[in-house]
């Protein structure tokens, strides 16, 4: 019978036992053995792949990380993540993006990307030890297929590339009226791009679930504060380009199940969105400030889900008429629509697929009435009037 070696005494003393004691116990056998230091990363890179096995992505463990502990521990899994990754290949696009932006976040804190030495060796093994409890104890996640699209086209990256220049523009101006003009005709350019993906991949046939254009789904975060109203606008967004989106309030992040062209663009949009909703409610508190109100929670969070709800109304309305004007284009209609529709059909049976069992979340904290009225006003600020398709 071997014995046991530093890191095995460490993980038996601390990993499998909750109270502060036996962490201490183990960060003093590994603080005592720098020789140890190698094995102990080595096992943390173990835990990192057996992450993987049970359907967690680089971007949904350092979120975790993050959401449960603290920035030391998400640079200590960051660190592990990449090192992790240098033995094989990134299993597909989505996933290789995700190490690439930890890795941009590596090199921005510091020269080699490595975690910051803490100020001994036992307060680092400690930080440790924290980490390996947490990736030991996470659970099982709804495995997330590969990203299924054909290669993508000139057509489609010029696309892509004007709809991020008209958020970029949205969430530079100063002026609310201009930024949510400019969001609307985001999501004309969205809605359109959507509907010939569709014409384009039912051109050889039906919709078939598991085929080369088939439904798959991507995890996207919500993150703190007022997580249950950025849940309700990441759901509408997610609607509005015909996708649907499933909340994990526990683990920070929303799973969205829809075609790849669309995913990419509801990660976009939700993005620039949460980035306008949070300057135009800057400001309005300021306003409220400056009348003699106190900063309050309970005013951003009403703020955050009247603007999540009337610009879900607004974004629904624009599909709906851009996909109406498609119809109507050359008599299109008796083609275009069924194909719509089965696409729809696919998302739902694919998402019912991946999660059998959903509940309704009531929208809690939502009291205020002056936040309310003033988020309202910063999503329906602007008359948003309809444009011709931009192509």
């Known amino acids: 019978m071997s014995t046991p070696t530093t890191v095995g005494r460490a993980f038996e003393a601390a990993l499998y036992a909750e109270t502060d004691a036996a962490l201490d116990t183990g960060a003093s056998l590994l603080a005592a053995d720098p020789a140890a230091d190698a094995e102990l990363t080595r096992r943390g890179e173990e835990f990192v792949a057996a992450a993987w096995r049970r359907g967690w992505q680089p971007a949904d463990v350092v979120r975790y990380v993050r959401r449960e502990l603290d920035e030391t521990h998400v640079r200590l899994v960051a660190a592990l993540i990449r090192g992790e990754a240098g033995r094989r290949p990134a299993p597909h696009p989505r996933w290789a993006a995700q190490l690439a932006e930890l890795a941009e976040a590596a090199e921005a804190a510091g020269p080699d990307g490595s975690p910051p030495a803490r100020t001994d060796r036992f307060s680092r093994a400690t930080a440790v030890l924290e980490l390996y409890r947490l990736l030991l104890g996470l659970p099982a996640l709804e495995p997330l297929d590969p990203p299924r699209r054909a290669a993508v086209s000139s057509s489609d990256s010029r696309t892509l590339a004007r709809i991020r220049a008209l958020l970029a523009k949205a969430e530079a101006t100063g002026y609310p009226e201009e930024a949510e003009a400019l969001s609307a005709k985001a999501q004309e350019l969205m809605a359109r791009h959507s509907i010939d993906e569709a ?52 683990f920070g992040f929303s799973t969205v199940v829809g075609f790849e062209a669309d995913l990419e663009v509801v990660e976009l949009l939700h993005t620039s969105l949460l980035v306008q909703a949070t300057a135009a409610m800057t400001a309005a508190e300021a306003a409220q400030r400056a009348g003699g109100r106190k900063r309050t929670k309970t005013f951003r969070q009403s703020f955050l889900a009247a603007y999540a709800h009337r610009m879900g109304d607004r974004l629904a309305a624009t599909a709906r008429e851009q996909t109406a004007e ?10 275009l629509l069924p194909v719509l529709a089965a696409r729809d059909v696919a998302v739902t049976e694919h998402l019912e697929r991946l999660f059998p069992k959903t509940v309704t979340t009531r929208l809690r904290g939502v009291s205020d009435e002056a936040g309310w009225h003033q988020g309202t006003a910063a999503a329906d600020r602007a008359r948003v009037e309809r444009h011709r398709p931009l192509r």
């Open 199 to 250: 014409v384009l991949a039912a051109g050889g046939g039906t919709v078939r679930a598991g085929g080369a254009d088939a439904p798959g789904a991507c995890r996207i975060g919500v993150d703190p504060p007022y997580e249950t109203a950025k849940a309700v606008l990441l759901d509408a967004v997610a609607a509005a380009n015909r996708c649907r989106a499933v909340w994990h309030e526990e």
């Open 326 to 335: 498609a119809a109507g284009e050359g008599g299109r209609e008796r083609d």
